[in-house]
């Protein structure tokens, strides 16, 4: 089970950071990922962190946004910063078997198992 949080409202320029928690024993065995929805469009991939720390972020996010994670706490951050509006939409947290990917990051939300309730970010212009 995964709970994000840390979504709000914020102008854009400004900054956020979403945590996504869980409870599983063997966190540092998956890979984290965050996605985002916004209203009236799919589901986008945003960014991804492999048990080890390896990271991949979407194009449109890179050098804005930074994935981490901390295994100990079993915890995954996403650092937002020079938020524009156009990343406004509901953010969510997923997860899958590290073990049981032959490729562990992807950006195919179909090839995550666990999913989080999502928080909302608005960035106001």
């Known amino acids: 089970q995964l709970q994000a949080s840390g979504g709000g409202l914020v102008q854009a320029g400004g900054s956020l950071r979403l945590s996504c928690t869980t409870s599983?024993?063997?966190?540092?065995?998956?890979?984290m990922a965050w996605f985002r929805q916004a209203t009236g469009k799919e589901r986008e991939f945003v960014a991804a962190?492999?048990?080890?720390?390896?990271?991949y972020h979407h194009p449109s996010v890179k050098g804005r946004f930074t994935v981490s994670r901390d295994n100990a706490r079993s915890l995954v951050y996403l650092q937002m910063n020079s938020l524009i509006p156009e990343d406004s939409a509901v953010y969510y947290c997923?997860?899958?078997?590290?073990?049981?990917?032959?490729?562990?990051?992807?950006?195919?939300?179909?090839?995550?198992?666990?999913w989080g309730q999502g928080t909302l970010v608005t960035v106001s212009s």
């Open positions: 962190i492999s048990g080890s720390g390896v990271t």
């Open positions: 997923a997860a899958k078997d590290q073990s049981r990917s032959a490729v562990p990051i992807t950006t195919d939300a179909d090839t995550y198992t666990f």
């Open positions: 599983t024993r063997t966190f540092s065995g998956y890979v």
